[in-house]
């Protein structure tokens, strides 16, 4: 059976995250009845990234295997036809060979989380940022943001039922930048745990008011003690932006 490397963006906001559950519509599962739809039978979405309620992708690599060879374009537009009226797009589509798998090919993903930090209430980035009224120093999170790269145990910033093996992870970057009322904090890793991103963004936002410092940052990292997270920030700053291979 041929197999499709498939390029994704949608607003999480109406999902109940990526992997198929229960509870809700998600995102793996619209996918797949767009595949049923165009396939005939059904086929497994297989995703880079399982992705939470209510957090963004611009661009989530997926593979499934198809019963017929497709032209790429062709199969782009025919899932996307698919996929109407919800917020999920396919926006490349291409033919891989057997042995790629879009989690387990991966040898790089990249997250953008996004915070708009004035006083107003949000208009057109509602539901797509953290809103937070209270000044941040942007220069003085990514000071303290570099205390975090490298590889560590990152136990502290990692959800309570997270299932990966190991806390260890090497964090390759992760940069905090302002742009007007925008600060966001761009990070890269192989694979992160879950909830990691938003974990260290939610600390760092407590650098930005002041209530901690960077020293606070690290020996929180040190504690190896999700109690001394400061906070997790919310899903719908949060952005899968692409994925390396």
């Given at each position: 059976m041929p197999r499709y490397a498939l390029t994704i963006e949608y607003d999480g906001g109406p999902f109940v995250g990526w992997q198929r559950q229960a509870n809700g519509m998600s995102v793996q599962q619209r996918l797949e009845e767009a595949v049923l739809a165009i396939n005939g039978e059904r086929g497994v979405i297989h995703g880079a990234g399982r992705t939470d309620a209510g957090v963004h992708a611009l661009g989530q690599v997926a593979h499934v295997d198809l019963v017929r060879e497709w032209r790429v374009d062709r199969l782009r537009d025919a899932l996307n036809a698919h996929l109407k009226p919800d917020p999920i797009a396919v926006v490349d589509a291409r033919a891989v060979g057997g042995d790629f798998e879009a989690r387990f090919s991966a040898i790089r993903r990249h997250?953008?989380?996004?915070i708009d930090n004035r006083r107003a209430p949000l208009t057109v980035t509602l539901g797509r940022a953290w809103h937070v009224k209270r000044p941040l120093d942007a220069d003085a999170m990514h000071e303290a943001a570099q205390r975090l790269v490298g590889r560590y145990d990152f136990t502290t910033f990692r959800a309570s039922e997270c299932q990966a093996n190991s806390p260890i992870r090497t964090l390759e970057k992760l940069d905090v930048?302002?742009?007007g009322d925008r600060i966001e904090i761009v990070t890269c890793a192989r694979s992160?745990?879950?909830?990691?991103?938003?974990?260290?963004?939610?600390?760092?936002e407590h650098v930005g008011t002041g209530k901690w410092t960077a020293d606070d940052l690290a020996?929180?990292?040190?504690?190896?003690?999700?109690?001394?997270?400061g906070q997790v920030a919310p899903p719908h700053g949060l952005y899968l932006v692409a994925v390396d291979y």
């Open positions: 997250y953008r989380y996004v930048r302002r742009e992160f745990l879950h909830n990691q991103v938003r974990s260290m963004a939610g600390s760092l020996e929180a990292l040190a504690a190896k003690d999700r109690a001394r997270c």
